[in-house]
């Protein structure tokens, strides 16, 4: 009874450890993109909305799974833990969750952000600062090509750049009130914020619907896919969070065990396979059900949106966690004396949280 006794309390202790760390993770991509957002001035790659789905939905379950967990295989052969030194929450498991694999995290969430927004013709560099714009382009002041006055309004002038891309999408003439008041939803971004010229110019990359312009919609996923700056904006803030969900994927897998490999440890917690099923069939509900996407702010993205950049990051996390635990269990140390383990090494010294 008084080793089950022991071997429960170690469990427990390794338990919340994996908990706390999985939890934090997700932290850094959250409040990255508001710290982009006040140092570089772009639109925000997450709204506060999808935060609250990421920390009250799809995190909840896997989080609370980690009590399930089965012990380590080693668990008893361990020295017994020193109380004064080896808190729960150490510098060595805030630098796991944050400066390892928090990182690598937001790193998967704006790589997506840009991805989406550039396949939407808007290209990254156009994003900084473009916050601090005010109001839409063109402006009433703004000088046209000769030959190209705006309708409605023979004042009104714009740049050559403009009418260069407004030309080669035979819209040229067009002004910000056409664009109004034809319910377009705002101005398409590309042509006066890129500072693009006609031949690099940047047009929406999926399937137009036939007999509508490309310029207007892509329809590989959606009829209302199309290229204005509020909807690439929603669609690139859902590949943020798809994003977040994939790359806690990872993290869920290589917080199950402190050193052992994944293969060792085997995946034979249930509760926590449910958790992987729960966030993905969650994620994928606040993003497919067309009545989620209004209130939520999310959009049904394309499959290469979220696939690529998503799946590339998670098998980052995945390879580097699990050669982090190789190096780790090399500095693992049998002591003949007492027949336990001790773990030495650089490696055990600043990761092994």
């Known amino acids: 009874s008084i080793v089950n006794g022991v071997e ?3 469990l427990i202790f390794d338990n919340l450890k994996k908990s706390i760390a999985y939890t934090l993770s997700s932290n850094i991509p959250e409040i990255s993109p508001f710290l982009f957002f006040i140092m570089f001035q772009t639109p925000q790659p997450l709204s506060t909305v999808l935060i609250l789905l990421i920390d009250l939905g799809t995190d909840m379950v896997p989080a609370i799974s980690f009590a399930y967990e ?3 295989l080693d668990i ?9 030194r080896d808190h729960l929450v150490n510098s060595k498991l805030i630098s796991f969750a944050y400066l390892q694999i928090g990182i690598v995290q937001a790193m998967a969430g704006f790589f997506t952000y ?3 927004m550039n396949d939407y013709g808007i290209k990254p560099q156009t994003l900084f600062f473009l916050v601090l714009q ?6 009433d002041t703004d000088v046209y090509a000769p030959g190209y006055e705006s309708r409605g309004n023979t004042n009104a002038t714009m740049s050559g750049d403009v009418q260069g891309a407004l030309k080669g999408e035979g819209l040229e003439g067009y002004t910000q009130l056409d664009w109004v008041t034809n319910q377009h939803n705002g101005v398409d971004i590309r042509l006066f914020y890129s500072k693009l010229t006609v031949d690099d110019f940047a047009p929406c990359r999926w399937t137009p619907d036939s007999g509508v312009p490309e310029f207007y919609y892509m329809s590989n996923v959606s009829k209302n896919q199309i290229c204005y700056t509020v909807e690439a904006l929603y669609y690139a803030q859902c590949g ?4 977040i969900v994939c790359v806690q994927w990872s993290d869920l897998l290589i917080c199950k065990t402190r050193s052992l490999s994944i293969s060792q440890q ?3 917690n249930m509760q926590s396979n449910f958790g992987l099923f729960f966030e993905t069939a969650l994620v994928a509900a606040f993003s497919y059900i067309p009545f989620l996407n209004g209130p939520l702010g999310t959009r049904m993205i394309a499959f290469p949106h979220f696939a690529v950049p998503s799946m590339s990051f998670f098998m980052i996390i995945l390879f580097y966690d699990e050669t ?3 190096f780790l269990r090399k500095g693992m140390v049998l002591s003949r004396a007492t027949g336990r383990i001790k773990f030495d090494g650089w490696v055990v010294r600043n990761t092994y949280y």
Do not use: A, Q, W
Not at 77 to 84: D, I, T
């Open 266 to 268: 085997g995946m034979i």
């Open 114 to 116: 840009f991805y989406i």
């Open 76 to 84: 008893m052969e361990r020295f017994p833990r020193n109380s004064k």
């Open 70 to 72: 089965n012990p380590e």
């Open 240 to 243: 943020y969070l798809i994003s």
């Open 324 to 326: 982090r635990k190789v």
């Open 134 to 139: 005010k109001g839409y382009l063109p402006k």
């Open 8 to 10: 429960e309390g170690r």
